[in-house]
């Protein structure tokens, strides 16, 4: 890897107060939460796809650094945060947990409806979380290219606009199918400085290979992953970066349950009696569930936490769980995980995020452990009650938010006097608007 730029040496350096000056505040996180260190029996270790045998080390040190590498296998219960990387968080975190009384009143439930609004960071979703501590990590091993994909293209603009403030370039794969419907999200990404192909494209071997069999598909997340690996692997400068799935992204994503159980606290509740998080890859569902599922391991509270994930590509409630490539071409290691099948082309739903044929192995684990479940949801009732949300609360919800709304608002109109419902909004959907124009 190339040697570390002075300039963006400076800015990693870490201060006692943020880039503008500002204090960081004592409710941002010191550490993230590790669920690996409280579950009850241990996470199937990822094989290497060519023996079968556990990965080490050694064997994802052409992707990632060897922060993130360690990170992904550590049984650790708290990793503590870079400095540098909680003065960034300090531009948008904590994330405000908002009583919903409108929304309430509406639903006429006696339930004590709450969500936690990721939507407050500068790229509009909780993908920054993990965003900015991968480019971190990538940036002070002197890594200066990062390679991605992105399905509705909340993490495409979360990567590029942290490699924006860490001094690294970026290369996003987008999913076709996303790519052609939400431009929005690609000239963001386009105006942080980064590049952004649809995939699958002629760029890649992978791509071209799957353009050969199936020249007009939409796409999948899986073949835009395919993409990434192969061109962060030919160049020696590069990295990849993902923005769900595997452990190290569902740890610093725990950032947003710690501070719901603060900030649940600081509202005079005991415990959430059940969350409800939308699940494509299961970042935001994992960074909002995993603290409050430790919490129950650990101090016998009984917080409900329940995986929303689409009819179309419902890996937790009709996929097996099993060991699966998480790419189409077989690129990566085999997960132990809820899969449809690697070559599985879900439909092109508005909620791009959420088309992936596999899910994160933590999630899975819960899930096969009885600790989390699953509810799959219709495209139309997701987006009947992000209508709803919006107009009681004002926030239009991500396509792929609107999926954990729907079930909690289902749950709410039955649920006993004074339960606390939290429901994980990941994202805002103010680029997702032509979704919403075929809906209504």
């Not at 241990?42 to 992707?63: N, W």
């Not at 993490?155 to 431009?183: F, H, I, N």
């Not at 890649?204 to 598909?217: K, N, Q, S, V």
């Not at 649920?415 to 103010?430: C, Q, W, Y």
Request: proline share 8%.
């Amino acid at each position: 890897m190339s040697t570390l730029d002075p300039q963006v040496a400076a800015d990693l350096a870490p201060r006692s107060t943020d880039p503008l000056g500002v204090a960081i505040p004592s409710t941002v996180p010191t550490h993230w939460y590790n669920l690996n260190a409280d579950f009850p029996e241990p996470l199937p270790p990822h094989l290497h796809p060519g023996t079968h045998e556990p990965l080490t080390p050694p064997d994802l040190a052409p992707l990632f650094p060897m922060a993130l590498i360690m990170q992904e296998v550590t049984t650790e219960r708290y990793v503590e945060i870079p400095q540098t990387v909680r003065e960034i968080y300090a531009m948008w975190r904590p994330s405000p947990l908002v009583r919903a009384h409108r929304l309430e009143r509406v639903l006429g439930t006696k339930a004590h409806l709450y969500y936690k609004y990721e939507g407050v960071s500068p790229a509009g979703s909780h993908k920054p979380n993990t965003a900015v501590a991968q480019a971190y990590y990538n940036a002070i091993e002197g890594t200066t290219k990062l390679t991605t994909e992105t399905g509705a293209g909340q993490w495409g603009a979360s990567l590029a606009m942290a490699c924006a403030l860490l001094g690294l370039t970026c290369e996003v794969w987008q999913v076709r199918a996303s790519y052609d419907s939400k431009p929005y999200r690609r000239y963001q990404m386009e105006t942080y400085g980064s590049i952004c192909h649809p995939s699958p494209s002629d760029l890649t071997d992978a791509g071209r290979a799957i353009l050969a069999e199936m020249p007009d598909t939409t796409g999948s997340l899986g073949m835009a992953i395919s993409e990434a690996v192969e061109a962060a692997a030919k160049d020696p400068d590069a990295h990849y970066a993902l923005g769900s799935v595997l452990n190290h992204v569902m740890l610093h994503q725990t950032v947003i349950g710690q501070e719901v159980l603060v900030q649940l606290a600081e509202a005079g509740e005991k415990q959430a009696d059940v969350v409800f998080g939308c699940a494509g890859g299961g970042s935001n569902l994992g960074g909002l569930s995993f603290p409050l599922i430790g919490q129950n391991l650990r101090e016998g509270t009984t917080t409900r936490a329940v995986a929303c994930e689409p009819t179309a590509c419902p890996s937790l409630t009709k996929g097996e769980y099993r060991y699966d490539f998480g790419d189409v071409a077989g690129l990566t290691p085999l997960l132990k995980m809820y899969t449809l099948g690697k070559d599985f082309v879900p439909a092109p739903i508005h909620a791009g995020g959420l088309r992936y044929h596999g899910m994160s192995p933590m999630i899975s684990h819960a899930v096969n452990l009885g600790l989390m479940d699953a509810v799959a949801i219709e495209q139309d009732t997701a987006f009947a009650a992000g209508v709803v949300f919006a107009r009681a609360e004002a926030i239009i919800p991500a396509p792929e938010s609107t999926h954990a709304v729907a079930a909690a608002l289902d749950y709410a109109r039955t649920a006993a006097d004074g339960e606390v419902i939290v429901i994980g909004l990941s994202g805002n959907g103010v680029l997702d608007l032509p979704s919403y124009a075929a809906y209504v």
